[in-house]
């Protein structure tokens, strides 16, 4: 049987590429990795306008929208529309996301607390300027190895 | 140490000094250029590049000429010249031109700035010519550079190279939001008419599985484009969407050409920045007594577009 290992990337549609830019890395801390179709080489192929983000460990692509994208209300901060992305941070460095989201302005819901017994110790949630519902949380078995992944790229046995 | 960020705080460029086209024909220049100043041309008398004529203009910037067997003018692409001029001049000019109401062209304009002065001609080689309106001017025929247009081949490269090295601040971007890419559409059903450089088609190099029609392998899209405020003068940007033949890198002084107004310090400054990029780099050069420009450092951007900057008195 086919199976994955893990979430390798993804990608989240924005319509204003620089705001997103400025939220995910001003406010979140993520750093610009690379962009694709800011030179002639990639408009000669029509490639996707894009920005690839480095949350840390973690990349992922705000990619712009050509077209208008339905968005819930701005004023509910926590739900789904099709997809929301949950950002992992070490419980001790919580509350210095919660402040950078504060000191942004951005409206946000919570810290809620979930239950003891399960995986998940606090989140917030909030939305990014394009209205993408999104999710910061710390994990209670933060501590726990589970499976390893090994890096790309490591080439395999053949 | 981010060297780039540091040192620009210490770089200040003004406004546009000059422009440098190319034109076949000098004396047809001269009397069409002539005609948008609405005087008899005040030629430079000590230009400091040989070979090249310099119309000095009410604002004390230079439309400079240069001649040459196959004029540099690009008219396909974004690259063009606007000069503010007072809307009765513009008027008259619009009369007075041969070019007739054929050659002028009404674009919509994607820079909120430039929705009223949607007027373009071209000179007699091709060169595009942009009138902005400015009621604080007097003078009977164009009076000041409003801005100028160069191409790149990477974005990216040339943002960094133009803000964070020489502080230029950006003040508009086309081709970063989702509604660019709506109006850009209404330009490919032909209900818009653009100016050249701003939109272009892009072929996907796949088909994409059940797209609608106008949105499969042929997109029209917006053509990106930055602009780079200084002085009271606007660089805009356009990614040129085909590859370009750039002249040979060693060649620092060349045409198309724009200069910027700074101060010695900062002239000096650059040199010292600049040497440590991979710019090809001449100066800076200390001109003769008589010139209007006292001092020049000559240098190629990293698409390799000509510029200068200039400094007003001499050493």
Same mark, same amino acid.
């Given at each position: 049987?086919? /199976?994955? @290992?893990?979430?390798?990337?993804?990608?989240?549609?924005?319509?204003?590429?620089?705001?997103?830019?400025?939220? /995910?890395?001003?406010?979140?801390?993520?750093?610009?990795?690379? *962009?694709?179709?800011?030179?002639?080489?990639?408009?000669?192929? $029509? *490639?996707?306008?894009?920005?690839?983000?480095?949350?840390?460990? /973690?990349?992922?692509?705000?990619?712009?929208? @050509?077209?208008?994208?339905?968005? &819930?209300?701005?004023?509910?901060?926590?739900?789904?529309?099709?997809?929301?992305?949950?950002?992992?941070? &070490?419980?001790?460095?919580?509350?210095?996301?919660?402040?950078?989201?504060?000191?942004?302005?951005?409206?946000?819901?919570?810290?809620?607390?979930?239950? @003891?017994?399960?995986?998940?110790?606090?989140?917030?949630?909030?939305?990014? &300027?394009?209205?993408?519902?999104?999710?910061?949380?710390?994990?209670?078995?933060?501590?726990?190895?589970?499976?390893?992944?090994?890096?790309?790229?490591? $080439?395999?046995? $053949? | 140490?981010?060297?780039?960020?540091?040192?620009?705080?210490?770089?200040?460029?003004?406004?546009?000094?000059?422009?440098?086209?190319?034109?076949? !024909?000098?004396?047809?220049?001269?009397?069409?250029?002539?005609?948008?100043?609405?005087?008899?041309?005040?030629?430079?008398?000590?230009?400091?590049?040989?070979?090249?004529?310099?119309?000095?203009? %009410?604002?004390?910037?230079?439309?400079?000429?240069?001649?040459?067997?196959?004029?540099?003018?690009? %008219?396909?692409?974004?690259?063009?010249?606007?000069?503010?001029?007072?809307?009765?001049?513009? !008027?008259?000019?619009?009369?007075?031109?041969?070019?007739?109401?054929?050659?002028?062209?009404r674009y919509h304009e994607d820079r909120l700035a430039e929705q009223a002065d949607n007027?373009?001609?071209?000179?007699?080689?091709?060169?595009?010519?942009?009138?902005?309106? !400015?009621?604080?001017?007097?003078?009977?025929?164009?009076?000041?550079?409003?801005?100028?247009?160069?191409?790149?081949?990477?974005?990216?490269?040339?943002?960094?190279?133009?803000?964070?090295?020489?502080?230029?601040?950006?003040?508009?971007?086309?081709?970063?939001?989702?509604?660019?890419?709506?109006?850009?559409?209404?330009?490919?059903?032909?209900?818009?008419?653009?100016?050249?450089?701003?939109?272009?088609?892009?072929?996907?190099?796949? !088909?994409?599985?059940?797209?609608?029609?106008?949105?499969?392998?042929?997109?029209?899209?917006?053509?990106?484009?930055?602009?780079?405020?200084?002085?009271?003068?606007?660089?805009?940007?356009?990614?040129?969407?085909?590859?370009?033949?750039?002249?040979?890198?060693?060649?620092?002084?060349?045409?198309?050409?724009?200069?910027?107004?700074?101060?010695?310090?900062?002239?000096?400054?650059?040199?010292?920045?600049?040497?440590?990029?991979?710019?090809?780099?001449?100066?800076?050069?200390?001109?003769?007594?008589?010139?209007?420009?006292?001092?020049?450092?000559?240098?190629?951007?990293?698409?390799?577009?000509?510029?200068?900057?200039?400094?007003?008195?001499?050493?």
């Amino acid at each position: 049987m086919a /199976y994955v @290992e893990s979430l390798s990337h993804s990608g989240i549609c924005v319509h204003d590429l620089k705001e997103a830019e400025s939220f /995910y890395c001003g406010v979140l801390g993520a750093a610009v990795h690379s *962009r694709v179709n800011f030179k002639t080489q990639d408009a000669l192929r $029509g *490639r996707s306008v894009h920005t690839s983000l480095m949350l840390s460990d /973690y990349l992922f692509a705000i990619m712009l929208s @050509e077209d208008w994208m339905n968005i &819930p209300p701005l004023d509910q901060l926590r739900g789904e529309n099709r997809i929301r992305h949950a950002f992992c941070v &070490p419980k001790d460095k919580f509350a210095q996301i919660l402040q950078s989201l504060r000191n942004h302005k951005v409206a946000l819901e919570g810290p809620v607390t979930h239950p @003891e017994t399960g995986p998940f110790g606090e989140s917030i949630y909030f939305r990014d &300027p394009t209205g993408n519902f999104l999710e910061v949380v710390w994990r209670r078995d933060e501590s726990a190895s589970y499976n390893e992944v090994l890096p790309l790229g490591h $080439g395999g046995v $053949g | 140490m981010d060297l780039r960020r540091t040192e620009a705080m210490m770089l200040t460029l003004h406004s546009i000094a000059h422009v440098t086209i190319e034109v076949g !024909d000098l004396p047809r220049a001269l009397e069409f250029y002539s005609g948008l100043i609405g005087a008899p041309a005040s030629r430079v008398a000590a230009w400091p590049v040989k070979d090249e004529t310099a119309l000095l203009l %009410p604002s004390g910037q230079f439309l400079v000429l240069k001649p040459s067997a196959n004029p540099r003018t690009l %008219p396909e692409s974004a690259v063009h010249q606007a000069y503010r001029a007072a809307p009765a001049a513009i !008027d008259r000019i619009l009369k007075s031109l041969s070019v007739g109401a054929a050659g002028v062209h009404r674009y919509h304009e994607d820079r909120l700035a430039e929705q009223a002065d949607n007027c373009y001609f071209a000179d007699p080689d091709g060169n595009r010519i942009q009138l902005i309106a !400015d009621a604080a001017r007097s003078a009977p025929g164009i009076a000041a550079i409003d801005h100028a247009i160069v191409l790149a081949s990477d974005m990216e490269w040339i943002e960094e190279f133009y803000c964070d090295l020489l502080g230029l601040v950006v003040e508009h971007r086309v081709g970063w939001n989702t509604g660019d890419y709506i109006r850009a559409r209404a330009w490919g059903e032909g209900k818009e008419e653009m100016a050249p450089g701003t939109r272009r088609w892009d072929e996907r190099y796949r !088909d994409i599985p059940g797209a609608k029609p106008g949105q499969g392998r042929r997109l029209a899209r917006p053509n990106m484009q930055i602009f780079l405020h200084t002085g009271e003068s606007i660089l805009g940007i356009y990614l040129s969407p085909v590859h370009v033949q750039e002249s040979p890198p060693r060649i620092a002084v060349g045409t198309p050409r724009i200069g910027f107004w700074t101060d010695r310090a900062t002239l000096e400054r650059a040199v010292a920045v600049l040497g440590k990029t991979r710019a090809t780099v001449a100066g800076p050069v200390h001109h003769v007594s008589g010139s209007p420009i006292g001092s020049s450092l000559y240098f190629r951007d990293p698409c390799g577009n000509f510029i200068e900057l200039c400094v007003k008195e001499t050493a």
